[in-house]
């Protein structure tokens, strides 16, 4: 089964070469405007490409297929010590540090119910938000991993295991998190009541706040930038219409002025060449009778 992120990932150029096409043939139908419009549209996809695909979700790195195959070697109801969390840990590292960002509209939040069916849903995104209850630094070889346990605002616990980054100070206990994660497994432990309990498991990351503001505020220029880029191709289109139509208003009225003094010189051409008499004095005299018409 290929992860629902890699499907999309797959079609962009699909999508990207029907559009292009889609555009084409449109444009064939307006005449001597479809080559502008068809430059601007051709830019403005171009251009809006990054911002799409950012919109998609696609700014966070999909699971690559190698990844997404160790991913379904997971055992539920045990630790990380194994090849899926690896997995998942080499996709969190890739994440922009605006991932939080950058997630797909409609991203679960607390999605507690995949618990029951967990091969149907690993390494899908997801928002885990609630109150750290119990955070734990774990040993070699995961001492950069932090285990936490939070809980939702429908009381009910949630596992995350947080990879740590540097210059990030770790969440201090009873603090309110919303983490963007990738959810792993159903893990078991014994409780502080020393019971044994069954977690739903996600895996996030720790960003550093400089580097999400550093990044937040480049988008914010590019924005700012495809927004001017946008506005200049649109003048440029509008004034090419305006110039075309101008110089055809020309044309047309040049090949009036010249279709009238045409017409001009054929009536003269007639009468001129309309026969009179030899006799100059009955020339004369048909010349004023055609004059009175």
């Known amino acids: 089964m290929i992860h629902n992120d890699c499907v ?3 079609l962009i150029p699909y999508r990207f070469r029907a559009s292009i096409r889609d555009l084409y ?8 405007f479809g080559t502008p419009i068809l430059f601007l549209s ?11 695909s950012a919109a998609l979700g696609f700014a966070v ?7 997404h195959a160790r991913l379904q070697t997971a055992h539920d109801g045990r630790d990380l010590q194994e090849e899926a969390f690896a997995a998942l840990a080499e996709n969190l590292r890739e994440w922009p540090a605006d991932a939080a960002a950058q997630l797909p509209q409609g991203t679960p939040t ?8 967990p091969d149907a849903h690993r390494g899908e995104l997801a928002i885990v938000a609630g109150k750290l209850e119990q955070l734990t630094p774990l040993t070699q070889p995961y001492d950069t991993v932090l285990e936490c346990f939070c809980r939702s605002p429908q009381g009910a616990p949630i596992l995350v295991y947080l990879l740590r980054t540097p210059n990030k100070q770790d969440p201090a206990v009873d603090s309110v998190l919303s983490i963007p994660v990738r ?12 019971t044994p309990h069954a977690y739903a498991a996600f895996v996030g990351i720790e960003f550093d706040v400089s580097a999400a503001t550093s990044s937040g505020s480049s988008n914010a220029h590019a924005q700012l930038v495809f927004a001017l880029l946008c506005a200049v191709l649109t003048l440029a289109v509008v004034f090419h219409f305006i110039r075309a139509r101008v110089r055809r208003g020309r044309t047309a009225r040049n090949d009036g002025l010249q ?3 045409r017409q001009d010189e054929l009536r003269e051409h007639s009468i001129v060449s309309e026969r009179l ?3 100059p004095a009955g020339a004369l005299e048909e010349l004023r009778q055609r004059a009175r018409g």
């Not at 043939?25 to 001597?32: H, T």
């Open 259 to 261: 279709t009238m003094s």
């Open 61 to 67: 790195p999909p699971l690559t297929a190698e990844q």
């Open 42 to 52: 051709i830019s403005l996809l171009v251009l809006a490409g990054p911002f799409q």
């Open 277 to 279: 008499p030899d006799d």
């Open 110 to 117: 607390n999605p507690l119910d995949w618990s029951a069916n």
């Open 183 to 194: 959810f792993y497994k159903n893990v078991k432990f014994i409780a502080r009541d020393n």
């Open 25 to 32: 043939a449109s444009c064939l139908k307006v005449g001597e």
């Open 8 to 10: 999309k990932a797959h």
